[in-house]
């Protein structure tokens, strides 16, 4: 355990400043706390929202008043929220069960000055690994790195799975309209056949380059897919070797010089899966389907927002405000589930990535120090773009079981050039309408006799705006729910950074994958030593038809 988190108590319900958290939540119950009021108290978007690096961020629409935010900041300070984040950005091993660093940060890290872990210098590493990725993307793009059939790659498909295929998924979905390499970039995430399949029949394997991402090449979908798809090249008559890089740890399986491959790009471990994004995770695959100039643009926008979240005070850090609002929403006013609607379809994949990224970060239930927890921790992420989601589940948004929501809208699209008008306005000006409308709607509510048509408003939400989609937006957005989420960790006294939760169903399932391989090898091989439902599920995918369960 660090010296810091020695001095932090694990006892939640024993901080001055959550007792008085818990009280005063107690008044929002009272009908003068209802948000319709609270939202025309003079100043009060003034008060409560915050401009920094190009974000705005507007908490105005929340359920709280200054007494609230003062003793949040209160609880700020009893958990030493800006002291934490600064010995994660410095190298201190914050990630105690793994007695590791979480230097995500570094990954983005121009600022020229030196980070160490155990007093070695951890940046020429990343900087050499961001020339590796510049220069191989040049190439690439130069047409000097070729398939084997001497012609250039035109497709790209990344093999990972979770932190190894999210961030990078979401990045190249909102700079789509930047992609101009003439390459199209796939996904082979799921192990699922038809995953394959999809992707199989939209590529041409001879101007295909796959990227297999796994820090130990070891993780099980991912070397099921790198084998599948060496096979399908192989099938092809192609010199897979020639058309395969990898993305992991030094000296891992993947990193063998007895099986190369065209480059192998080196992860680090100080930097965890859901937080790679920035680091060759996303370097090479972004850097060869946007270029490395605007990849690193967007690593920029990411180090503002860094610097932003260490070196502001509580009262004016944007992504820290945002983390005691959802502790606020999650362990004072009851609210499990928090909606993330991005009203700019490029954002599509934002919620998917946030909800990894919060979900394996914090949901846990115990403390660093092994306790388990007396609060509950983690929200329930989910998302859709506006306005898809309002035709999707505002209802229960509007009228069923309320949820906190946090919108985002971008002034200036990155298509600006259809000006046509429909009800005198323009399609990004009808977004606007709908995006300014909602947050209003969900908190005012409204009045009916029939209570079919009645809206109990009182529904808490944020708004985030960004100036546009730019490489650099799209960074500072990243970063910001990165230390949000980080932060919330803080505050719960959890580890953000491992997620020993996902290996028990693994471990499981490498119990059965035995048994099916045992039967592929000996056809008469039964499964009578199996529970009833486990041997159930095991004769029906052999049988190839649905069977009866029998007794």
Wanted: hydrophobic share 35%; net charge positive; with cysteine.
């Amino acid at each position: 355990m660090n010296f810091l988190s020695s001095q932090i108590s694990h006892n939640l319900n024993s901080i001055p400043a959550w007792k008085n958290l818990k009280k005063h939540a107690e008044n929002f119950s009272r009908p003068d706390k209802h948000l319709k009021y609270l939202i025309k108290e003079n100043s009060r978007l003034e008060k409560f929202s915050l401009t920094c690096n190009g974000l705005f961020y507007d908490f105005s629409r929340q359920r709280v008043d200054e007494k609230a935010m003062s003793l949040l900041f209160e609880l700020a300070e009893a958990r030493k929220l800006k002291e934490q984040f600064i010995s994660m950005v410095n190298g201190e091993k914050i990630n105690i069960s793994e007695n590791r660093a979480a230097l995500h940060t570094a990954s983005r890290n121009f600022s020229g000055t030196s980070i160490c872990i155990d007093e070695k210098d951890v940046m020429p590493e990343i900087i050499k690994t961001r020339e590796n990725i510049r220069e191989f993307v040049s190439k690439v793009h130069n047409g000097k790195i070729t398939g084997s059939t001497g012609k250039p790659f035109k497709h790209v498909v990344v093999i990972g799975i979770g932190g190894s295929y999210l961030g990078t998924k979401f990045v190249s979905c909102a700079l789509k309209a930047f992609a101009d390499k003439n390459i199209e970039i796939h996904f082979l995430s799921n192990v699922d056949i038809h995953n394959f399949g999809n992707i199989v029949s939209a590529i041409e394997p001879e101007s295909t380059l796959w990227i297999v991402v796994s820090k130990s090449y070891t993780t099980t979908e991912t070397v099921a897919n790198a084998n599948l798809a060496i096979s399908f090249m192989k099938e092809k008559g192609l010199e897979f070797s020639k058309h395969f890089v990898t993305v992991t740890s030094k000296g891992s399986p993947g990193d063998d010089p007895a099986n190369p491959v065209l480059s192998a790009f080196h992860m680090f471990d100080f930097i965890g899966g859901r937080y790679s994004v920035t680091s060759a995770v996303g370097g090479v695959p972004l850097g060869l389907y946007l270029g490395y100039e605007k990849f690193e643009r967007f690593l920029k926008g990411a180090e503002e927002m860094d610097i932003h979240a260490k070196n502001s005070p509580c009262g004016k850090n944007i992504p820290l405000i945002a983390a005691l609002i959802s502790i606020w929403n999650n362990n004072f006013l009851g609210y499990q589930t928090q909606a993330i609607i991005p009203y700019a379809s490029p954002l599509r994949k934002l919620a998917l990535h946030i909800q990894q990224l919060n979900m394996e970060s914090n949901g846990k239930s115990v403390t660093q120090e092994g306790h388990f927890l007396d609060e509950p921790a983690g929200p329930i992420i989910f998302g859709e773009s506006g306005t898809n989601a309002q035709h999707s589940f505002f209802q229960l948004a509007h009228q069923g079981r309320p949820f906190p929501i946090e919108f985002i809208g971008v002034i200036r699209p990155q298509y600006d050039q259809y000006n046509y008008k429909s009800k005198g306005v323009t399609n990004h000006q009808e977004l606007w309408a709908n995006l300014i409308s909602q947050p209003t709607a969900l908190a005012e509510g409204k009045e009916d006799k029939n209570k079919a048509k009645y809206f109990s408003g009182n529904r808490p939400s944020s708004t985030i705006l960004i100036n546009d989609l730019s490489p650099e937006s799209v960074g500072r957005l990243l970063s910001f729910y990165e230390a949000k989420t980080v932060f919330e960790a803080f505050i719960w006294g959890t580890n953000p950074f491992d997620q020993f939760g996902v290996e028990l169903g693994k471990k499981l399932a490498s119990n059965i994958r035995n048994e099916i391989a045992l039967k592929n090898e000996q056809k008469d091989h039964r499964f009578e030593h199996m529970d009833n439902i486990t041997k159930f599920y095991l004769d029906t995918i052999f049988s190839g038809k649905l069977i009866r369960p029998r007794s």
